[in-house]
């Protein structure tokens, strides 16, 4: 593993051996006696707005021992139109590893390929891996080590942004059950699903036909960054997928609510069902470092044999 662009590119055995090192390294916080970044600068580069990512890859880069250099693309030349190529190229020459936040997976892509350092995706349009090990390690604390394995696992809102795709390819890697409920225009299009090719993820227009029997129940944003000029046009077919107390009579008992946060409440979530979880809905948001953590020490440790 020499970067992390996406959950599409790993494979199950990747992401439990993250999930696996993730556990280690949050039980050991404080304490590490290997600093695996001992030395090295990484870059966060970010054309999007961020508290959760931001703070747990600045934590994470100085717990392993590294310095974390945030870069916003507005103070760089990137925002001025220098190519993403010539940026890796300089970058790649100074630096050790870099975390981007940015709009296209291409730019992701294009940056690890001309820097030649790992590179983590910290969201795109596309994916939002680091998200999904921080969820997967959240649902191993609640429910013990694999136990996504036999569950249902339910995103209700928008079916084809970066958190459902990056849900979808978990399902399709490690082999659980995913519904995904979203309005018909907002569900994956036909190519997508052919390139998924997954009878484990289920696809509806139904909110209740997700939730029924999920044991874990995720829903993001309706507007992402990026897409807020759509505003009401977008929102108004979102309402009947909003996750109330209504919706979650239809879910498994000891079922959890999973947000990545930030949540617009009376949106996607209403403020009784946030707070009821908001234990689970902050762990996850904790576990942000160390699933990060995880990811970091394994693409240094790659870098350096
Ligand atoms: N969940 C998440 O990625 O949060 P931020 O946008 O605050 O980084
Ligand atoms: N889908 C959301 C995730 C935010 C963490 C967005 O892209 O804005």
Known sequence: MKNLLSIEQLTGDEIRDLLALGHKLKAERGHHEHLPLK?????????????????????????????????????????????????????????????????????????ASFSGIPTINALTDEEHPCQILADLLTIEELYGPGSWKDMKIAFVGDGDNNMSRSWMWAAKRLGFTLAIGAPTNYLPLEDFRRHLDCDNVIFTTNPVEAVRDASVINTDVWLSMGQEAEGQSKEKHFYPYQVNE????????????????????????????????????????????????????????ASKA
């Open 39 to 111: 030395g090295q600068t990484w870059a966060l580069i970010f054309s999007k707005s961020s508290t959760r990512t931001r703070v747990s890859f600045e934590v994470g880069i100085s717990e392993l021992g590294g310095r974390p250099m945030f870069l916003s693309v507005h103070d760089i030349q990137l925002g001025r139109g220098e190519p993403v190529k010539d940026t890796a190229r300089v970058l790649g020459r100074m630096i050790h590893g870099a975390a981007i936040r940015t709009y296209g997976q291409q730019e992701v892509e294009e940056f």
């Open 246 to 301: 209504e919706l979650l009579a239809h879910a498994a008992p000891g079922h959890s609510v999973f947000h990545c946060l930030p949540a617009y409440r009376g949106k996607e979530i209403t403020e009784d069902v946030l707070e009821r979880f908001a234990p689970v809905i902050f762990q996850e948001a904790e576990n942000r470092v160390h699933a990060q953590k995880a990811v970091l020490a394994t693409l240094a440790e």
